[in-house]
């Protein structure tokens, strides 16, 4: 199985900030990563697929990049409703497995 | 619109049994893989299930195998989660989620708002 490892575990940051986050592969997934957001008690979301396309609907301000084992996941301007965790998932295996998560709060 | 409705949580025993089921809507259904993810209370992500379009092909994570059971009514437009012999560590919300096939790969694009299964005594 693939293991995917983010860090921080968890930032601290305010509004305004530049925050990014790393999601490692244990093997080369290519480009094969997905990130989510998930807000305290909702559903994640989609936001980034194929390590840099960004989803229907998502701001701008987020972006990714990377390839084989190393991904990031950046931020550019922290907005108020941006709190909250994200995950990294990788694509490439048939069965599609997340990273631990990175909660972002103020 | 896509909607993908979860049911059937509650409160189980150890040891006893619970069908989830997922009412799928806004979308030819048997036209898409889906999945089971769940979320234990406080903790990450973790894909519990997959079934094919046809229903032909199933996974499921080492940690349910041989113990929850994926199945889908293509008629129906629904999923189905039947999950027995119940321990502690399977209380999580269970979330409904479609995989999307694109050119940039494959993801999960529309999930349902979850349900809760609470496997206490």
């Known amino acids: 199985d693939i293991q995917m490892t983010q860090s921080p575990s968890s930032l601290s940051a305010s509004v305004g900030d530049r925050v990014t986050i790393t999601c490692r592969a244990s093997q080369s997934i290519i480009r094969y990563l997905n990130w989510y957001q998930q807000r305290p008690g909702k559903a994640p979301k989609l936001l980034i697929y194929?390590?840099?396309s960004l989803q229907s609907g998502v701001p701008s301000r987020f972006s990714g990049s990377g390839s084989g084992t190393d991904f990031t996941l950046t931020i550019s301007s922290l907005q108020p409703e941006d709190f909250a965790t994200y995950y990294c998932?990788?694509?490439?295996?048939?069965?599609?497995?997340f990273g631990g998560g990175t909660k972002v709060e103020i | 619109e896509v909607q993908l409705v979860e049911s059937g949580g509650g409160l189980v025993q150890p040891g006893g049994s619970l069908r989830l089921s997922c009412a799928a809507s806004?979308?030819?259904?048997?036209?898409?893989?889906m999945n089971w993810v769940r979320q234990a209370p406080g903790k990450g992500l973790e894909w519990v299930s997959y079934i094919s379009s046809s229903g032909d092909t199933i996974s499921y994570a080492d940690s349910v195998k041989g113990r929850f059971t994926i199945s889908r009514d293509n008629a129906k437009n629904s999923l189905y989660l039947q999950m027995n012999s119940l321990r502690a560590e399977d209380t999580a919300v269970y979330y409904c989620?479609?995989?999307?096939?694109?050119?940039?790969?494959?993801?999960?694009?529309?999930w349902g708002q979850g349900t809760l299964v609470t496997v206490s005594s």
């Open positions: 989620v479609r995989k999307y096939y694109g050119s940039g790969g494959k993801y999960f694009d529309h």
């Open positions: 998932q990788q694509s490439y295996s048939n069965l599609l497995t």
């Open positions: 806004g979308f030819t259904f048997s036209s898409y893989e």
């Open positions: 194929a390590a840099s």
